[in-house]
């Protein structure tokens, strides 16, 4: 059986820093795509960033690009997302999703293409 367990969330205020962790278990973690996404009250579940499953290649959307880095350890079968800077507007539930090895860059920002999520860990930032 497939999980990834997020944790981490929290509140934290404008500016502020937070470090969001994603464990997975049942699948072989080292050959998997690793992506984040997060979703706001009514809107689309939104891309955030993606890992090449050998950890060398990193892609981020634009609105986090220079404030967040996703980073991941094949050992302990977990993957980051460093969050600085911190706005108001990143405030979401937090959600890492699994993928197969072949899923390239351009690929990765889109969650159609992830087979494994987790439940979730909300972020709140207040201004």
């Known amino acids: 059986q497939v999980q990834l367990a997020e944790s981490g969330g929290g509140l934290v205020q404008a500016g502020g820093s937070l470090r969001i962790s994603c464990v997975v278990s049942g699948l072989t973690f080292s050959t998997s795509v690793m992506g984040w996404f997060r979703q706001a009250p009514g809107k689309d579940r939104e891309f955030v960033a993606t890992?090449?499953?050998?950890?060398?290649?990193?892609t981020y959307a634009d609105s986090v690009k220079g404030r967040f880095t996703i980073s991941r350890d094949n050992a302990k079968n977990t993957v980051y997302l460093q969050m600085n800077s911190l706005k108001p507007e990143d405030t979401a539930v937090y959600y890492c999703?699994?993928?197969?090895?072949?899923?390239?860059?351009?690929?990765?920002?889109?969650?159609?293409?992830?087979?494994?999520w987790g439940q979730g860990t909300q972020v709140t930032v207040s201004s």
């Open positions: 999703a699994a993928g197969g090895r072949s899923m390239t860059d351009y690929e990765g920002r889109y969650k159609e293409k992830y087979n494994y």
């Open positions: 890992i090449s499953w050998v950890g060398t290649s990193t």
